[in-house]
């Protein structure tokens, strides 16, 4: 098995600005295009998450930009190193709400990583952003699978 090579903490903290990113566009299309029983309830849900994303990514690429390093900033580099995938067109309410699920996990899973590395340097200011970040991902991930019916793991 081949190594992988360690990423920077601006790295990682690209990787996220990345994944909110496409992750915000995706929520935006599930705004849009949801429908069924559940069209009221999760159109408005979808709006208060991406909205809650655009903060993410902003606070995300300041921080990026106050240690002295650029965010990625194009929708090419976005999509090439989001942990996310845009979404496909197809998903009915239920697939999205898990579909946002498992890349609420995915970015929390990157979010704690990036936090320990912020540890290790001694970087408590990315370290609180992250944190907080990470708290309100874990409340949306038991609140949507609660939603799909799912128990907490």
Known sequence: MAKTKQ???EQQLNELVASWSVLYTKLHNYHWYVSGPSF??????????YNEAALH????AERILSRGEKPVATLKEQLAISLV???????DASKMVATI???FTKIQTAAKSTMDAASEAGDDR?????NGMIQSLEKHVWMLN????????
């Open 7 to 9: 990423l920077t903490i």
């Open 40 to 49: 009221f309830t999760l159109h408005t849900k979808f709006e208060e998450l």
């Open 57 to 60: 990514l902003d606070d995300l």
């Open 85 to 91: 995938k845009e979404a496909t067109g197809k998903e």
């Open 101 to 103: 699920v498992k890349d």
């Open 126 to 130: 990315t370290e609180d952003l992250l």
């Open 146 to 153: 609660a939603f799909l019916g799912e128990r907490a793991k």
